[in-house]
């Protein structure tokens, strides 16, 4: 799930990344274009109560972010609520998030 909220003060727009923690992963890292696709730059924290990995990131307003999760270092996840997909160079899409 991606929540989004315009900050005024600086016209950027705050997103609320969540990956659903019923997928048994010991970490969660939030890989993007964002951070230069860092594999581990992005470490998502497990909020249990919820059962969901969640991080939230303040982003330029009016572009559009490629991404994807990484789960324990080995297996990528993209987000089934994000705004589009994008085909990479792997033969699988890319998510992305429009700020």
Same mark, same amino acid.
């Given at each position: 799930?991606?929540?989004?909220?315009?900050?005024?003060? /600086?016209?950027k /727009?705050?997103?609320t990344?969540? %990956?659903a923690a &019923?997928?048994? =992963?010991? #970490?969660?890292?939030?890989?993007?274009?964002?951070?230069? *696709? @860092?594999? /581990?730059?992005t470490?998502? #924290?497990?909020?249990k109560? $919820?059962?969901l990995w969640t991080?939230q990131?303040e982003?330029?307003?009016?572009?559009?972010?490629?991404? $994807?999760y990484?789960?324990?270092? /080995? #297996? *990528?996840?993209?987000? *089934?609520? =994000?705004?589009?997909?994008?085909?990479?160079? %792997?033969?699988?899409?890319? @998510?992305?998030v429009? &700020?």
């Open positions: 799930m991606i929540k989004k909220e315009i900050v005024p003060s /600086t016209n /727009t705050l997103i990344f969540e %990956y &019923a997928v048994r =992963a010991k #970490t969660v890292h939030l890989v993007g274009d964002f951070n230069d *696709w @860092s594999e /581990t730059d470490p998502m #924290t497990l909020d109560r $919820r059962g991080h990131l982003l330029e307003r009016g572009r559009d972010y490629q991404f $994807r990484l789960v324990d270092g /080995t #297996t *990528w996840h993209n987000d *089934w609520h =994000a705004d589009d997909y994008i085909p990479n160079v %792997y033969d699988s899409d890319n @998510s992305v429009s &700020a």
